[in-house]
């Protein structure tokens, strides 16, 4: 898989926004459905949430960092 490639809290850059973070999670996401998906707490507060969604917790991160 891809996802094996990257580490926890290996820093990144996501390439459509060019923020940059860490990697706080890799693994299934059961909202999202099949796969393995990467968590990212951003460095500011550009993202959509807390490191959880939809009450399922998967990172710990501020308001809008996930």
Known sequence: EEAAKFDVDARCRLIETGKRG??????PVDELGEGWFIGVKLDEAYG?????????KY?????NHG
Do not use: H, Q, T, W
Request: aromatic share 10%.
């Open 59 to 63: 990172f710990e991160c501020a308001k």
């Open 22 to 27: 860490v990697i706080k999670y890799i693994g």
């Open 48 to 56: 959509k949430n807390d490191g959880s969604l939809e009450g399922a």
